[in-house]
């Protein structure tokens, strides 16, 4: 029998619905939450990105399932009101798998953080400066607030926010853009996002990290005594189930 595990947000009707899903879940699937095959995340994109992060060390066994409470997401096919769709859709269908790498992220060579959105390098205590090379090349040198580099999947994310392109869904590439750069006559810096190539290295590269946060997805770790930010594609992929097919560009229009 194939295992499952509901990830959900705290809210009260998050909570139903997962209560509900359990059950009828349970009539053919059998609960286990520390093997899962398949993750059914309840709430919005930041519980399916919490979902991955927790199973983060066993994504070649998981295949993520996202019910969104509100409109549709990124990560979501199905809405609140079309669960006994879903149950239908997990008892009667087979699926397709659609996998999506993650960012490997590598802090002065030895630790390794993941993540499914971006990586950012932010300093708000003082202008940070730091050095860009994109596979051992470098770009230039960058101050300001900090760098976020995305996914495909994160492009409608932070990476948004920061006038980044959004990226059609499937395009296996990499994004550049600055957070807050510091544009003057003595200081330059592209000041546009640069999509890249999926085999690209980004490495970020600075005398003094003090007071930088690295944050992947919604984790975070001091940067302090740090030199060295290593960024690419990783082997490590998520696995999205996908039941029906949801077009990217009703996804935007419905969240944007
Ligand atoms: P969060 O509350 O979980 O997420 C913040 C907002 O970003 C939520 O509205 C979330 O949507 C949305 N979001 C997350 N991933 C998305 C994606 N791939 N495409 C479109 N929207 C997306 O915040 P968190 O736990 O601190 O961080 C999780 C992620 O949120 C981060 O990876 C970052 O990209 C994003 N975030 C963005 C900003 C910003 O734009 N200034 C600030 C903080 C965090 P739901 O409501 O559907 O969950
Ligand atoms: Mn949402």
Request: hydrophobic letters at 35%.
């Amino acid at each position: 029998m194939k295992t499952f595990v509901i990830v959900n947000r705290p809210d009260e009707q998050s909570e139903n619905l997962a209560q509900y899903l359990k059950e009828e879940l349970s009539k053919k699937l059998e609960w286990n939450e520390d093997k899962p095959e398949l993750c059914f995340t309840i709430g919005g994109d930041g519980t399916f990105i919490y979902a991955v992060q927790k199973y983060c060390d066993q994504l070649s066994d998981v295949s993520f399932i996202g019910i969104h409470s509100g409109t549709l997401g990124f990560f979501t096919d199905y809405l609140n009101t079309e669960i006994d769709d879903l149950i239908t859709d997990v008892f009667n269908k087979e699926g397709t798998i659609v996998e999506s790498q993650l960012l490997e992220v590598t802090i002065d060579q030895n630790e390794k953080v993941y993540a499914l959105n971006e990586m950012r390098v932010e300093n708000s205590s003082r202008t940070q400066i730091l050095d860009i090379y994109i596979n051992d090349e470098k770009l230039e040198t960058y101050r300001g607030t900090g760098i976020c580099v995305c996914t495909q999947l994160g492009s409608t994310a932070y990476n948004r926010s920061v006038q980044g392109a959004i990226i059609q869904e499937g395009l296996p590439v990499i994004q550049i853009a600055e957070i807050a750069g510091i544009h003057h006559r003595e200081f330059q810096s592209l000041g546009s996002p640069i999509v890249l190539k999926e085999d690209s290295i980004v490495r970020l590269v600075s005398d003094n990290y003090d007071g930088a946060l690295l944050c992947t997805d919604s984790n975070s770790r001091k940067l302090d005594g740090k030199a060295e930010v290593v960024c690419q594609l990783s082997r490590r992929s998520v696995r999205m189930m996908r039941y029906r097919r949801v077009s990217y560009l009703e996804r935007l229009k419905s969240l944007f």
